[in-house]
């Protein structure tokens, strides 16, 4: 059942820098993540779940394969209202500029949005992983007569200065917000939070970048062309003049704003229970491939997640994500390593004919450890990569290394016998 109530924004972020080598060729709602989905299916299936299915996706940069991917995998009837399009930055009469900051980028699209019915806009990132019901959130929006509702998380004091964080009176309404202040400034910012976010220190109200806005208001807060971001200028200053909410959250949720978090995501789905729970009734959906299933010969799993149609022989994989189609050769040894996978197989004959010695995959023992590889890598016998922060920062054609994991870039080959 559609909410009709209800309009989603998902903004799909800037250049993505901080995920760079994964957004060099993609935007950052399009990287892989969990062996077979893409960033941008997280808030997606988040609003599905909710009834919500009238969705637009905001990006700039590198957005043929989140189009791609978007057309292939959201297909909805052809009775039904429902829709996921994706805006790209557009000249028009009105703007000849790229996005400037996120309200920019939902005031350059507005007229886009107009053309449907809604009471409220539901604004997302399109870079957070977390499950969470947007049905609530509405009611509560509704129910205090808010002009605003922000979601927010509490935090610790040392990611608080990355954040927008705000303080609230008894009925949640937002008194005052400052967007990632300074460390000197915190003592001033704590808030009352539940006992079990005190044991973990986390004193600090967050605003998670999830936003209702009553259309209205948004319309007319659009008509300020000097207001280009929400965190900096949009919300700082509607506290004062509406009233705007605070929708508390304190399920899991992680900003995948850079290369050591998307790291730790993706492995933490190897934990035994998991913080972001797949095996829910709360599905993520994405696109629908029809792939055989993972031939594993030999190999010892620990913790291990493994994606459709991989073919593997390896003598361990630990802690690990597989993506789709990987391929890992004999006496391998794979630990702390996200493997995204392949787009395609390689057919014998095609291997046979083209003399191709360099396989896609991974090949016989290699040993990888604290490693992101990227899809339709081809990585050669007795490779050894171990990540650590023994290493230093390094920028390279075939790899990169950010804080101690090695990343292998999409599509490149590493020769037989490499040590990084």
């Known amino acids: 059942m559609i909410n009709e109530n ?3 924004i998902i903004l799909g972020g800037g250049q993505g820098s901080r995920l760079y080598p994964l957004t060099a060729d993609r935007s950052k709602p399009a990287v892989p993540i969990a062996g077979k989905y893409r960033l941008v299916d997280i808030p997606i299936s988040n609003c599905i779940n909710s009834g919500i299915k009238r969705m637009y996706v905001l990006t700039q940069f590198n957005s043929a394969s989140l189009n791609k991917h978007i057309k292939n995998t959201y297909h909805f009837s052809f009775f039904s209202a429902a829709f996921v399009d994706v805006l790209a930055a557009e000249q028009t009469m009105q703007s000849d500029k790229w996005f400037q900051g996120t309200a920019d980028a939902v005031r350059q699209s507005m007229h886009h949005f107009l053309q449907n019915d809604f009471k409220y806009a539901l604004i997302l990132s399109g870079d957070q992983l977390y499950n969470m019901d947007f049905k609530d959130m509405i009611k509560k929006h509704e129910e205090s007569n808010a002009a605003i509702s922000i979601a ?3 935090v610790n004091k040392k990611d608080a200065t990355s954040f927008g964080i705000l303080k609230t009176d008894a009925q949640n309404t937002i008194t005052s917000f400052i967007e990632k202040p300074d460390a000197s400034l915190l003592p001033n910012w704590t808030s009352d939070v539940s006992d079990e976010m005190k044991k973990e220190d986390r004193n600090y109200l967050a605003s998670m970048g999830i936003y209702i806005f009553n259309r209205d208001l948004l319309i007319t807060l659009m008509n300020n062309p000097k207001t280009i971001d929400f965190g900096k200028e949009i919300i700082p200053q509607a506290i004062q003049n509406h009233k705007t909410v605070s929708y508390p959250y304190e399920g899991y949720w992680t900003d995948i704003g850079n290369i050591d978090s998307f790291f730790e995501a993706n492995l933490g789905l190897t934990d035994e229970v998991p913080k972001f729970n ?23 799993l620990n913790k291990a997640v493994i994606a459709d149609g991989c073919i593997i022989m390896a003598q361990k994989i630990e802690r690990c ?10 006496d391998s040894v794979l630990t702390n390593t996200y493997m995204m996978g392949n787009d395609y197989y390689e057919s014998l004959d095609n291997i046979e004919k ?12 290699c040993l990888i450890n604290n490693c992101i590889i990227d899809k339709n890598v081809r990585i050669g016998d007795d490779v050894k990569i171990n990540g650590g922060p023994h290493l230093k920062d390094t920028e390279t054609k075939n790899y990169t290394i950010k804080d101690g994991i090695v990343v292998i870039k999409k599509g490149v080959i590493i020769p037989t016998g490499t040590v990084i």
Do not use: F, M
């Open 321 to 330: 994500v597989i993506g789709i189609r990987a391929r890992i050769g004999k």
């Open 278 to 300: 797949l095996y829910d009734e709360n599905r993520v959906y994405t696109r629908a491939r029809i792939l055989p299933t993972s031939k594993i010969s030999g190999t010892l």
């Open 152 to 154: 927010t998380y509490p």
């Open 6 to 8: 209800v309009l989603s």
């Open 354 to 365: 083209n003399k191709i010695v360099n396989l896609l995959g991974i090949g016989n023992r």
